[in-house]
């Protein structure tokens, strides 16, 4: 449904319709928005990385987190997952074709961070 704006007397507008789904803005935040979840998929645009390795770069984050954001991001086919080896288990994540898509937004949202002293 489109929304209808209405601008009063002090060109304020107003909202006079609200769309009943999420706006492509807010589905696009529900995939990249969750925390760690950019951040992963910019340390995985130089090529396939190592559980531990990433939880390395990731800093503050728990390895519960990441394992758990790399779970979403898998299921929502931004990454890969590959097991090296069974003993000790290894495993290498990998961005997908689709995860490359976001790495433009990202490197947006960088440049402006940066440009913007953030």
């Given at each position: 449904?489109?929304?209808?704006?209405?601008?009063?007397?002090?060109?304020?507008?107003?909202?006079?319709?609200?769309?009943?789904?999420?706006?492509?803005?807010?589905?696009?935040?529900?995939?990249?928005?969750?925390?760690?979840?950019?951040?992963?998929?910019?340390?995985?645009?130089?090529?396939?990385?190592?559980?531990?390795?990433?939880?390395?770069?990731?800093?503050?984050?728990?390895?519960?987190?990441?394992?758990?954001?790399?779970?979403?991001?898998e299921s929502q086919?931004?990454?890969?997952?590959?097991?090296?080896?069974?003993?000790?288990?290894?495993?290498?994540?990998?961005?997908?074709?689709?995860?490359?898509?976001?790495?433009?937004?990202?490197?947006?949202?960088?440049?402006?961070?940066?440009?913007?002293?953030?």
């Amino acid at each position: 449904m489109k929304n209808t704006i209405k601008t009063n007397s002090n060109v304020k507008k107003i909202n006079l319709e609200s769309c009943e789904e999420p706006c492509l803005i807010e589905r696009g935040m529900r995939v990249l928005g969750g925390k760690w979840k950019a951040s992963i998929l910019w340390h995985l645009k130089d090529g396939p990385v190592r559980f531990n390795e990433l939880s390395r770069m990731l800093g503050g984050a728990s390895k519960k987190m990441v394992d758990q954001r790399l779970k979403e991001l898998e299921s929502q086919g931004l990454v890969t997952r590959e097991v090296i080896s069974d003993r000790p288990i290894a495993v290498a994540y990998e961005i997908t074709d689709f995860g490359r898509t976001a790495l433009d937004i990202l490197e947006k949202l960088k440049d402006w961070t940066e440009d913007n002293g953030l």
